[in-house]
């Protein structure tokens, strides 16, 4: 088992950034893929950015690529989600999760809300 806390979300004005964190507990953090996955009001969950164990390798949704920045720290057991130039799309409950790269789906935290105002 692998427990995920994510913390950094929050109410920001169209073009400004928040960072995203995800804290991990458990199971060797290094072990997994990292995702980042946001769900918006009457909308299917989606993938919005992942990162192999080691960091080297990374995928954005089209719609981010450019602003977001997906990152890892495995001897601090936490990942990070950089939003930059946010858009009021861009608002949605973010999640992260660990499992297997391209689609990390194996374990999820309870979600941080994030709200762009335009």
């Known amino acids: 088992q692998v427990q995920l806390v994510e913390s950094g979300g929050g109410l920001v004005q169209a073009g400004g950034s928040l960072r995203l964190s995800c804290a991990a507990s458990?199971?060797?953090?290094?072990?997994?893929?990292m995702g980042w996955f946001r769900q918006a009001p009457g909308k299917e969950r989606e993938l919005v950015a992942a990162i192999i164990w080691s960091g080297d390798i990374t995928y954005y949704t089209d719609s981010v690529k450019g602003r977001f920045t997906i990152s890892r720290d495995n001897a601090k057991n936490t990942g990070y989600l950089l939003m930059n130039s946010l858009k009021p799309e861009d608002t949605a409950v973010y999640y992260c999760a660990v499992g297997s790269y391209p689609h990390p789906n194996d374990y999820w935290g309870q979600g941080t809300q994030v709200t762009v105002s335009s």
């Open positions: 458990g199971r060797t953090f290094s072990n997994y893929a």
